[in-house]
C-alpha cells in the first residue's frame, strides 16, 4: 500500500508500521560561533535528531516510506553561555507526489527567534501539559505544523487536530522570556502562523492546499491536462483570500513555498490557460509580477 492511501478511513488505523511520523533531516551549522569547543555541536544535532525521528507525534501508523519528509536547518549565531544558545531555524517541509519522484515543497520557513538551553548528554523530553524547555516547545511546535500541512494536503482540512496541539504550545509558551510565541512582538512568527492556520478566516487557504496537491499535482501522471486545470482552479483560493487578507502571513508562506512550481506547471500550459494564470498571480504576488510574466514568453 503506498502512502497516498493512508488517509482512507479505516484502513489508515489498521496499517502495520513502525509508527514513527517523521523522516526529519537535522542540521547545526556553526560557522559564525567562535570557540573550541566543537563537539557539544554534533551532540545536539544527534539529539535533535533522534527527538524529532523517534517520538510518536499522533496516533496514526506510518510504514518506513509514508513518512513525512523534512529538513530543518538550526544556524547557530552566538553562544550565550555555556548552554545558552541563539540563532535561527529554516523549516522545510517536502510531499511526494504520486507516481513519480517528485516532491513539491510545502513550507520553506526561517524562523529568526530561537534561542534556547541545551545541556550535552542531557535527555531532550517534551510533556503536551507543560513546557519544560523552550527547545523541545520549539520541536514540538513545527512537528506538529509539519504533520498538519501534510495532512491537510491529502484531505481537507485534516490537519485540524495538529495545529490546534501546536495551538496549545503557543498558549503555553506566553510566559516564556523567549521570542516568537507572542503576538505583538511580530506580524510573522510562530503565534500567527498557528493562529492563521486555525482561523476558519483563512480556510480559502487550507482549501487550496487540498485542492492544489490532491486534486492537481496528485492527478497530473495520469491526466496532465486536468491536473494542470485543477491547479490553475485553485489559484482562485488564492485570489480570494488575498482579497480578504492580502498581508496574510499564511499566504506568504505558500508563495515562498511554490513560486517557482507554479512557474514551472504553467510553462506547458496552452496559451489562454498561461494568461489567465499569470494576471491572477500578478495580482495575488506583485512584487513578483516579472517572474510571473516570463511565463507569456517561454
Known sequence: MNRFGIFIGILFLSMSAIGQELDCQISVSTRQVEGTDRQ???????????????????????KLEER?????????????????????????????VYKS????????????DIQFNYVEFESLDFQESAITSNLTALLAYYAYILIGLDF???????????????????NMAQNLPQ??????????????????????SYNNIRQFIYQYHRQGLDLMAENVDQ????????????RLAYRDKPNSFLLQLVFDAKRDEFINILTGAPDQDKVK???????????NSTKYQTVLTK
Open 227 to 238: 491536473g494542470r486545470t485543477n491547479i490553475i482552479e485553485s489559484l482562485e483560493l488564492l
Open 101 to 112: 519522484s517528485y516532491n513539491s515543497i510545502m513550507l520553506n520557513h526561517i524562523d529568526k
Open 179 to 200: 521570542k516568537g510565541w507572542k503576538s505583538f512582538e511580530s506580524m510573522r512568527n510562530r503565534y500567527w502562523l498557528v493562529e492563521n492556520l486555525n482561523n476558519a
Open 152 to 170: 491537510d494536503s491529502f484531505t481537507l482540512y485534516g490537519g485540524t487536530p495538529f495545529y490546534e496541539k501546536a495551538q496549545n504550545i503557543v
Open 40 to 62: 557539544i555541536y554534533n551532540t545536539m544535532q544527534t539529539a535533535l535528531f533522534e527527538f524529532m525521528n523517534n517520538k510518536r507525534w499522533t496516533n496514526y501508523q506510518f
Open 68 to 96: 513525512i519528509e523534512c529538513t530543518i536547518l538550526i544556524q547557530i549565531s552566538d553562544r550565550i553561555s555555556t548552554d545558552e544558545f541563539k540563532g535561527s531555524m529554516n523549516v522545510m517541509l517536502r510531499r511526494p
Open 277 to 287: 494564470a499569470v494576471n491572477l498571480l500578478k495580482e495575488i504576488d506583485p512584487a
